[in-house]
């Protein structure tokens, strides 16, 4: 749960980072970024914002804006019908952001899960993106990310996006913000 | 036809664009910067320069840099097979771009056709997009686009990307730039 003035304080803050990196975004997209804080109400440390260029039935292509050390909890794309579930690639273009993903897992990870939470974050193998680094990242695998000390803004391409049937390891999160 | 050293110098220049635009290349993604003068050899008239950031079979996203008054030609994204042809998605990031598509032209034109390529310059309903601006573009959909005195730098967001089956309506031209 989030307040109108927290939203729209990230909405800035996040509008900021853009700008500071030569993204141009026009006043309604300002309006419309999307300040997630997947129902846990600790947006500092669990969260991110999302501007939506586009999303059509066939691709789809949005900034993410990270504040330091926020972290994307884990989630996969599932399967739904006969779209085998998102395939997206992220792309970092300002700051760092640590990737995490199945696979042999890190010895010791770069990023810690939001506190408290550790147990839903289940997959460790680490990918960590500076400018002009990308990763893809196949459907219906789990991954996570976190933004480094100065904050992160990563670019994600991917096929048609339908967050609403993400699935989130912690049971907790709800991925639609609710507004007090 | 182009020769090394000029696609060598294009791709520093364009190299230039997006750095100043604080995008962010990896020196393998500039020597990978892809120069396209359709086979015409006035690369400063008639052309662009191009990276692919991901393709894959589902979706893509490119960065096209177009130095001052460069155009890129008229052509159409056709069907293949059960693929009904390319969706793109045009973002202005940087200056300004004149598109032209299928529709009601306009009374006069912001942008002129290439000096002796005129007739090859079909579609006039025009879409002038300023940095945060966007159009997107249905399938086998007749377009082409031209950059303000100051160039422009544009995002491409879209579905599969085969750019050798594109149907450019000048049939001198070659999509494949070769090097002498
Ligand atoms: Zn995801
Ligand atoms: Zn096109």
């Known amino acids: 749960m989030l307040t109108q003035e927290q939203i729209t304080a990230a909405q800035t803050r996040a509008n900021d980072y853009l700008q500071r990196?030569?993204?141009v975004?026009?006043?309604q997209e300002v309006g419309k970024i999307e300040v997630a804080?997947?129902?846990l109400s600790e947006l500092e440390k669990t969260g991110l914002c999302l501007v939506i260029y586009i999303n059509?039935?066939?691709?789809?292509?949005k900034e993410l804006i990270l504040f330091p050390r926020q972290t994307c909890p884990e989630h996969r794309h599932p399967p739904i019908g006969n779209d085998p579930g998102k395939e997206e690639t992220f792309r970092c273009?300002?700051?760092?952001v640590y990737l995490y993903v199945e696979g042999e897992p890190a010895a010791n990870l770069s990023a810690q899960p939001p506190a408290g939470s550790e147990n839903y974050y289940t997959v460790r193998h680490e990918i960590e993106l500076h400018p002009g680094e990308?990763?893809?990242i196949p459907p219906n695998t789990l991954h996570w990310f976190q933004a480094g000390n100065?904050?992160?803004i990563v670019s994600e391409f991917s096929s048609t996006s339908r967050d609403e049937f993400d699935i989130?390891?912690?049971p907790r999160i709800r991925r639609a913000t609710v507004v007090e």
């Not at 273009?93 to 760092?96: A, E, I, L």
């Open 25 to 27: 975004l026009t006043p």
């Open 93 to 96: 273009r300002q700051g760092t």
């Open 37 to 39: 804080d997947l129902g």
């Open 150 to 152: 100065e904050g992160a």
């Open 168 to 170: 989130f390891t912690d």
């Open 21 to 23: 990196a030569g993204i």
């Open 56 to 61: 059509t039935d066939r691709y789809c292509a």
């Open 134 to 136: 990308q990763y893809t």
